[in-house]
């Protein structure tokens, strides 16, 4: 194939990352403190809501991998529909009936929360196993990764600047999140419209295995070891990005005392993983996977490291911390459905339903960061009255994320052999 031809296949491919993760910021980073600040919902109670929705979520999503292998929602009409309702629950968070109750805000937000992370579930599902088919060689690959996750962090930092620039001219962050859920409409359908046609769910029959039924597919994706290995892997190294995506804005609030910062933070995390993600593709494709990924890891894992010594006197130094954090983060993102996909290069027939456990891995570690960790900080000064709040923060954003951090890198090391496809250039 010709190689411009190849590129913009890619590319009209990766650009339907571009709005799903410009939906994930808001959803997992503003929505929070959005409705804590401005409608007066306690932590407790938004964390409980997060959490049940997201554990319900995860026990679906293998379901959703299930049925989109059963009934080919890999196709294009499909993306739309799923498009069309993600779009119109998404919005509706920032349309909150205007009555003085709690009760009704919290069953609004939970209402939205279940019908986004459903038509979020079966587009990232359905999104993963599309790259399937464009993927037959490892430095495809990672070349697909790199796409795909170069729009990514394209759409997270346009997430992370269109808030702050919104309320600059409109004085107003109720209405700005408003204009943010109208550009994120947009945005979708621009990408649906570049997406591929084809579809690669055609129901291959290999290695004498068809798609069956729900346990049939999760006994034959837990038979095989490379498979689990990654899941544990992924959900293992899924808790940190989730505690301190839920923790970042009171982090920055409260220890940092850096609010009018908080865009410029995210902004280069990002942008640097962007960078990451784009220089892997391109100088590391043929590198063993598995001692690169222990290498970002560890990149992660020491620029974090210092997170817990900061304070508003010396929040500058946060500046390196993204730094090093999004290099890492970059590489991660890149390599990790790499391996993946490696794994399912002789199963195909089972990639929904792996990539269903997969996003489920993400659901329950959001889930816990919410539903444990948000009540902890709301509750802390119970257990914790003694310490200031800017330094309890920090201990849930900093500390307890390194720890597990660091036994995502150990299982990484104990893999190696495990996973001996992806460990190989």
Request: aromatic letters at 18%; hydrophobic letters at 55%; a positive charge.
């Amino acid at each position: 194939m010709n190689q411009n031809k190849l590129n913009s296949g890619l590319a009209s491919y990766g650009m339907f990352a571009f709005p799903l993760a410009f939906l994930g910021l808001p959803l997992y980073i503003h929505l929070p403190k959005f409705y804590h600040d401005y409608f007066g919902i306690s932590l407790s109670s938004i964390g409980i809501i997060l959490f049940a929705s997201r554990m319900f979520d995860a026990f679906l999503d293998p379901l959703l991998g299930i049925a989109s292998d059963k009934f080919g929602l890999t196709r294009k009409k499909f993306f739309i529909i799923f498009s069309i309702g993600l779009v119109i629950f998404f919005n509706g968070y920032f349309y909150v009936p205007k009555v003085e109750s709690e009760t009704i805000t919290l069953c609004w937000f939970a209402i939205c929360t279940f019908f986004v992370y459903i038509f979020f579930s079966l587009l990232y599902i359905n999104f993963y196993s599309l790259g399937l088919g464009l993927a037959h060689s490892n430095s495809l690959r990672i070349k697909i990764s790199s796409f795909r996750e170069f729009f990514s962090f394209l759409g997270m930092i346009t997430a992370a600047v269109l808030p702050s620039i919104f309320i600059m001219f409109l004085n107003s962050e109720i209405t700005a999140f408003m204009l943010y859920g109208i550009c994120f409409g947009v945005f979708v359908f621009v990408a649906l419209f570049f997406l591929p046609t084809f579809s690669i769910n055609k129901k291959p029959v290999l290695e004498n295995h068809t798609v069956k039924n729900y346990i049939d597919n999760l006994k034959y994706v837990f038979k095989n070891k490379s498979m689990t290995s990654l899941i544990v892997l992924f959900f293992i190294n899924s808790l940190p990005v989730g505690i301190t995506s839920n923790l970042f804005s009171f982090y920055v609030d409260e220890t940092l005392k850096a609010k009018p910062s908080t865009s410029f933070f995210l902004i280069l995390y990002l942008l640097c993983a962007s960078i990451s993600a784009v220089l892997f593709s391109v100088f590391f494709k043929n590198v063993n996977k598995l001692y690169a990924l222990f290498g970002m890891m560890s990149i992660s894992a020491i620029g974090f490291s210092f997170t817990y010594f900061l304070n508003a006197e010396n929040s500058y130094f946060f500046y390196g911390i993204c730094v090093l954090s999004g290099i890492g983060l970059g590489g991660e993102v890149v390599i990790l459905p790499a391996l993946a996909a490696e794994a399912l290069e002789d199963h195909s027939a089972f990639a929904n339903t792996f990539f269903g456990l997969w996003a489920s891995c993400t659901k329950i570690s959001l889930a816990v960061a919410a539903g444990i960790f948000l009540p902890l900080v709301s509750n802390s000064e119970k257990y914790l009255h003694t310490i200031p709040l800017g330094f309890k923060i920090s201990f849930f954003y900093a500390i307890i994320p390194l720890i597990i951090k660091c036994i995502s890198i150990a299982i990484v090391f104990s893999i190696r052999s495990k996973i001996l496809k992806g460990a190989t250039p």
